[in-house]
């Protein structure tokens, strides 16, 4: 049995959690909001966060952040607040502990992927990142699931492999980790763009040309920046994709139908209640898109609907009136 800690005690902080309990190891789940962890102490359960799933006594919620010595440390935090929770945990850490980043997003004002803020405020931990279709509902209930963790080392991403994974949590591991965090930050876009079309009402061939399309834009950008395309085309990219664009558990789904139907942004972001990581992931692969020169569409209408006015209909219309392409040169798969 190993001491784990995992920052951050919402939702997927906790489903971490009690996957490592279930992996055989004893816990730290460590928050910042000393109600919230009380509360989650007397019940025995994360009520605001992930209801429905006991918490065993392997696992000790706390806000003491002398418990982040610990033999791995899990980053459970939204894209937003990573630097910042870096820079908190930092006096507490053991030396060398492997840094796991479990967040699907970019950091906003800089472009940067995840990992590399780690790796700016925690030199000499090796990093780790973890992704894949995995809602947090589902690994909280043990429902059977496969993702990808990916290091620069392949000894990192192999000793994270071998401490989370169960009968029922299937580990793959990957050495392209711009491929592997890039999937899971812009398949955000993607859902959030299906959830604007359910709120309009359209078929199915019109959400399923999206996803296809918009898993062609995930893999230029990914790959312009150093990603390998066939990490789009496994767990951390159309895997990912397909549930975050299908299940009643994705946030940006949800927040996306809001404003199909009309919602302002602000409201809908204070309905959700939790973090949407499809806005901001908008907001920043439209910036990098420009910046690498990368042609995405979908992306750059999305921007417009939700920081321009634009309409979702008008932006749809945008889309489909755009000039003839062959359906494999821009898809990241024959170049760029």
């Avoid at 906790?14 to 019940?43: P, Y």
């Amino acid at each position: 049995m190993k001491k784990i800690a995992v920052f951050g005690s919402g939702s997927w902080g906790t489903a971490i959690s009690l996957l490592l309990v279930r992996a055989g190891h004893k816990v730290s789940l460590i928050g910042i909001f000393s109600d919230e962890i009380e509360l989650m102490k007397r019940k025995k359960e994360n009520i605001q966060y992930l209801p429905g799933c006991f918490l065993p006594d392997e696992i000790t919620p706390t806000t003491d952040l002398k418990e982040i010595d610990a033999e791995a440390v899990f980053i459970s935090v939204p894209s937003h607040a990573v630097r910042e929770s870096a820079r908190l945990i930092k006096p507490y850490l053991r030396p060398g502990c492997i840094m796991i980043n479990t967040a699907k997003g970019l950091e906003e004002n800089t472009g940067l992927r995840l990992s590399q803020v780690l790796e700016e405020e925690l030199p000499g931990h090796p990093i780790a990142v973890l992704s894949g279709p995995s809602h947090a509902e589902e690994v909280g209930r043990d429902v059977v699931t496969a993702v990808a963790v990916a290091a620069k080392d392949i000894k990192v991403a192999e000793a994270v492999q071998d401490l989370i994974m169960t009968s029922k949590f299937r580990v793959y591991t990957n050495l392209d980790m711009i491929g592997v965090e890039m999937g899971g930050s812009l398949k955000n876009i993607v859902a959030l763009c299906t959830g604007i079309l359910d709120g309009m009402n359209p078929k199915d061939n019109t959400k399923a040309a999206l996803m296809t399309r918009g898993l062609a834009e995930m893999t230029r950008l990914g790959v312009a920046i150093g990603g390998q395309s066939e990490t789009f085309y496994g767990l951390a990219g159309i895997g990912d994709l397909i549930v975050t664009c299908t299940s009643l558990h994705s946030r940006n789904l949800r927040a996306g139908r809001a404003l199909g139907a009309g919602k302002p942004l602000d409201e809908v972001l204070r309905e959700v209640g939790m973090v949407v990581e499809g806005v901001r992931a908008t907001k920043v692969a439209f910036e990098l898109s420009k910046k690498y020169g990368i042609s995405m569409p979908i992306t750059e209408q999305a921007y417009k609907v939700l920081f321009e006015g634009l309409s979702p209909s008008e932006a749809l219309e945008n889309l489909m009136m755009r000039g003839k392409k062959h359906e494999t040169e821009d898809m990241g798969i024959l170049g760029r």
